[in-house]
């Protein structure tokens, strides 16, 4: 699904709590609002969202900006708000940090953010847990 | 103390399969020492916990799935994120800084501990891994699958913070 950056972000919070299925939502392009597109995707199964690993492909190769990319953690009860890969190190078993890392790689200032049932966002990098950024003026 | 002997055998039952190819070409194989700890009775209760979870799991296979184990150290508490992992899966460029102990019939893999005072106790033991040198692919997904808790070690007490179980 494609939406412009505007129509995106309250669009993508119902899709977010839907236990069954890990929902992905990457922003890519120069700016937000209107100049900009967020790139919803799915893989239609609870534990892997394989979307979101495409469109990124599709940036790195052809120089087009990532600012963001989103997803989120479904569950009836139990769920968890903090990214996977922890476990990298020891088993080379990929999770949403080496994700992070491999889009950090090209474009440092993307963020990244786990959405819970709850539609409480989550901030991370490759480095694990974040708090959100704060703007300095 | 069968249950450990099993265990150990299968973490080699791979390397053995290797062993009979690294004869045609030893340049393959790499062998690792893998020291083992004792666990403090005091995450008992945990570990049953997390063992009991990962059981209601259609996809889990008892002589297959065991755990990883990453803890990640602050001022106040430590936290321990366990996965479920397969030990055909462990990295060879991890094996230094790794070890290992049984519980219950299953093999928990961990950080070796920085702090000797912990719930980790050193033994004397060592078990030996045998991995086939191979390149990585380095293709990232979003891949949640599998079972993740969360504990906080803290003032001597661990509580669970969240889990995320049996996700295909």
């Known amino acids: ?137 | 103390m069968k249950k450990v002997a099993f265990l150990i055998a299968i973490i080699l039952n791979g390397c053995n399969n290797i062993e009979q190819h690294s004869m045609e070409n030893d340049q393959t194989y790499n062998t690792y020492k893998i020291p083992r700890f004792k666990v403090d009775m005091a995450l008992y209760t945990v570990l049953d916990d997390i063992i009991n979870d990962e059981n209601t799991c259609t996809y889990s296979n008892p002589y297959k799935t065991s755990f990883t184990i990453t803890f990640k150290e602050y001022d106040e508490f430590i936290d321990m994120y366990f996965a479920n992992c397969n030990l055909n899966s462990i990295n060879p460029n991890a094996c230094a800084k790794i070890g290992y102990f049984v519980y219950s019939g299953r093999v928990f893999i961990i950080d070796i501990p920085k702090n000797k005072n912990w719930l980790f106790t050193a033994t004397n033991d060592t078990t030996i891994l045998k991995k086939e040198k191979r390149t990585e692919q380095e293709a990232f997904y979003i891949n949640d699958t599998g079972s993740q808790w969360l504990y906080r070690y803290k003032n001597k007490t661990t509580k669970l913070v969240q889990k995320s179980i049996c996700k295909n």
């Open chain 1, 1 to 137: 699904m494609l939406f412009t950056s505007a129509q995106s972000t309250n669009d993508y919070y119902p899709f977010s709590t839907d236990p069954n299925m890990e929902i992905g939502r990457t922003s890519v392009g120069k700016t937000e609002g209107d100049g900009g597109l967020n790139i919803n995707t799915t893989s239609k199964n609870a534990g892997q969202q394989a979307g979101s690993a495409y469109v990124a492909a599709y940036c790195i190769r052809n120089n087009f900006i990532l600012r963001s990319n989103d997803h989120s953690h479904p569950g009836y009860g139990d769920y968890t708000t903090f990214p996977s890969g922890f476990d990298y190190d020891k088993t080379k078993k990929p999770g949403d940090m080496q994700f992070a890392g491999s889009i950090e790689a090209k474009f440092p200032n993307a963020t990244f953010r786990i959405y819970s049932p709850a539609t409480k966002e989550y901030y991370y990098s490759s480095f694990g847990p974040e708090p959100p950024p704060v703007n300095i003026h």
